[in-house]
């Protein structure tokens, strides 16, 4: 279709992705879900491209774990130099230097100058579920309270703190005892007529009745919050909200939880969402981003509070891996050497500018929002009645998929499209994904006619 980057030259999936389809379908569970119906051969920056030699623009990162770039040359030299050393000798039986210098460089960087420690895992669920063992042994409590629409992982205590029914629970159950859900703000959708102010404190009030009507303060061990809501659709909280909710922590003796696992790591122009917010969180949860594709996870926290738990009670055979925090170490220079926190705000304002445009001329679209580089359309049939429109969505998704753009749905309805594209996108491929964007909605809305 004459883009300089994007370059699909066979239907999808083409014949080498085929055959690798129909074996796919053969061995391995229906369970596991997949995008774009084609299989990578390589990949550099925000490029990938498949066994049949298509080019794609990545504006799906891994979900969320490619800001620095798939393939990055500071993680890849660190990872050849790990695997020529060792690959694993378990942290728990000798130890190396990597864990400790990931923990004391991540340590630094969370907000608050108080002592902190990090401590790692394989997943980001992983490491939500050893926030509330840490937070449970700290306050010897034995309540969790999370937020509706939020999304935590799939283990069991993380599938209890996730909402979406389905796919993420139906007849997955019992779920994990004592575990509440709040109410979290969604602008978009607030009551007609009530203003942004009015709103604001609504919520916040919801959430204390809540501490009133369904669970007691001083039974809760952690109120685990993602600074923006990821899988439900990149919704981001006010201010008032989330510092209201950190305070009633701090009055109860709550460890407040930052799950900052699709947000770190520059996605919203800072290392964690948490400081748009000026708020310091007790413990906060890492994973996805920290090490462009290697499987590691950690929490980073106040020492008080991470130190409780006693030798043994925490870790796991591959917990911290060398080459995660190898990896790990890696993305911190090169978010450094790069300025990538920069790069995510600047982006952000781009496509930003472009969503706004498009929420000008396209009647299907309800609302643009987004935090730093962590935006979203949310797609509706109706402007008035906001009735939610995954049909589209999920059109538009093939359609750029046919063009060459990598794009991902979120949302309780899967009527939203979210980017996370890796940051060191060059300007020309975010310029050129925008454009291919915008050309699939086009082609795929019928009632389509600019203003
Ligand atoms: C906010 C948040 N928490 C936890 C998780 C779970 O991470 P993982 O899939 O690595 O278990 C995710 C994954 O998308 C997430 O977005």
Same mark, same amino acid.
């Given at each position: 279709?004459?883009?300089?980057?994007?370059?699909?030259k066979?239907a999808?999936?083409?014949?080498?992705?085929?055959?690798?389809?129909?074996k796919?379908?053969?061995?391995?569970?229906?369970?596991?879900?997949?995008?774009?119906?084609?299989?990578?051969?390589?990949?550099?920056?925000?490029?990938?491209?498949?066994?049949?030699?298509?080019?794609?623009?990545?504006?799906?990162?891994?979900?969320?774990?490619?800001?620095?770039?798939?393939?990055?040359?500071?993680?890849?030299?660190?990872?050849?130099?790990?695997?020529?050393?060792?690959i694993? +000798?378990?942290?728990?039986?000798?130890m190396?230097?990597?864990?400790?210098?990931?923990?004391?460089?991540?340590?630094?960087l969370?907000?608050?100058d108080?002592d902190?420690?990090?401590?790692?895992?394989?997943s980001g669920?992983?490491?939500?579920?050893?926030?509330?063992?840490?937070?449970?042994?700290?306050?010897?409590?034995?309540?969790?309270?999370?937020?509706?629409?939020?999304?935590h992982?799939?283990?069991?205590?993380?599938m209890?703190?996730?909402?979406?029914?389905?796919?993420?629970?139906?007849?997955?159950?019992p779920?994990?005892?004592?575990?509440?859900?709040? +109410?979290?703000p969604?602008?978009?959708?607030?009551?007609?007529?009530?203003?942004?102010?009015?709103?604001?404190?609504?919520?916040?009030?919801?959430?204390?009745?809540?501490?009133?009507g369904d669970?007691?303060?001083?039974?809760i061990a $952690?109120?685990?919050?993602?600074?923006?809501?990821?899988?439900?659709g990149?919704i981001? +909280?006010?201010?008032?909200?989330?510092?209201?909710?950190?305070?009633?922590?701090?009055?109860?003796?709550?460890?407040?939880?930052?799950?900052?696992i699709?947000?770190?790591?520059?996605?919203?122009?800072?290392?964690?969402?948490i400081e748009?917010?000026?708020?310091?969180?007790?413990?906060i949860?890492?994973?996805?981003?920290?090490?462009?594709?290697?499987?590691?996870?950690?929490?980073?926290?106040?020492?008080?509070?991470?130190?409780?738990?006693?030798?043994?009670?925490?870790?796991?055979t591959?917990s911290?891996? +060398?080459?995660?925090?190898?990896s790990?170490l890696?993305?911190?220079?090169?978010?450094?050497?790069h300025?990538?926190n920069?790069?995510?705000?600047?982006?952000?304002?781009?496509?930003?500018e472009?969503?706004?445009?498009?929420?000008?001329?396209?009647?299907?679209?309800?609302d643009?929002r987004?935090?730093? $580089?962590?935006?979203a359309?949310?797609?509706?049939?109706?402007?008035?009645?906001?009735?939610?429109?995954?049909?589209?969505?999920?059109?538009?998704?093939?359609?750029?998929n046919?063009?060459?753009?990598?794009?991902?749905?979120?949302?309780?309805?899967?009527?939203v499209?979210?980017?996370l594209m890796?940051?060191v996108?060059?300007?020309?491929?975010?310029?050129?994904g925008?454009?291919?964007?915008?050309?699939?909605?086009?082609?795929?809305?019928?009632?389509?006619?600019?203003k």
């Open positions: 279709m004459g883009y300089s980057f994007a370059n699909v066979t999808l999936p083409g014949p080498k992705a085929k055959a690798l389809l129909e796919r379908q053969t061995y391995v569970p229906k369970g596991v879900s997949n995008g774009i119906p084609t299989f990578i051969d390589h990949a550099s920056g925000a490029l990938l491209t498949d066994v049949d030699g298509n080019t794609f623009i990545d504006f799906a990162g891994a979900i969320g774990t490619i800001n620095v770039g798939h393939c990055n040359p500071d993680v890849v030299a660190a990872l050849h130099d790990q695997i020529d050393k060792y694993h +000798p378990g942290f728990n039986v000798m190396y230097d990597s864990y400790i210098e990931l923990a004391e460089r991540l340590s630094k969370a907000p608050g108080h902190k420690q990090a401590i790692f895992f394989n669920a992983e490491a939500v579920e050893n926030a509330v063992k840490i937070a449970r042994k700290y306050t010897k409590r034995q309540g969790v309270v999370v937020f509706s629409r939020g999304y992982g799939r283990t069991l205590m993380t209890t703190m996730t909402s979406k029914v389905r796919p993420y629970k139906f007849e997955f159950g779920f994990a005892p004592e575990v509440y859900k709040a +109410p979290y969604y602008e978009y959708r607030r009551p007609e007529g009530m203003s942004q102010e009015a709103y604001d404190d609504y919520v916040l009030n919801e959430f204390k009745t809540f501490l009133v669970v007691a303060p001083e039974t $952690a109120v685990v919050m993602e600074p923006v809501q990821g899988e439900g990149f981001v +909280p006010s201010k008032k909200f989330v510092q209201g909710v950190a305070q009633l922590c701090k009055e109860h003796g709550i460890v407040f939880v930052a799950d900052e699709q947000t770190g790591f520059c996605r919203t122009g800072k290392y964690f969402a748009h917010f000026d708020v310091v969180p007790d413990l949860t890492v994973s996805k981003s920290m090490a462009a594709g290697v499987p590691i996870s950690g929490v980073i926290g106040r020492k008080e509070i991470m130190n409780v738990a006693n030798p043994g009670e925490l870790g796991g591959y911290g891996c +060398p080459l995660g925090c190898r790990g890696a993305v911190l220079e090169t978010i450094e050497k300025g990538l920069e790069r995510g705000a600047a982006i952000g304002q781009k496509v930003m472009r969503f706004h445009q498009f929420k000008e001329k396209f009647d299907v679209v309800g643009v987004g935090l730093g $580089a962590m935006c359309i949310e797609f509706v049939k109706d402007r008035t009645t906001k009735e939610p429109n995954k049909e589209i969505v999920s059109a538009i998704i093939q359609e750029a046919s063009r060459g753009l990598i794009l991902l749905s979120a949302g309780l309805f899967s009527n499209i979210r980017v890796p940051l996108i060059t300007d020309e491929q975010l310029e050129e925008l454009t291919i964007l915008e050309e699939s909605i086009v082609a795929q809305t019928a009632s389509l006619q600019p």
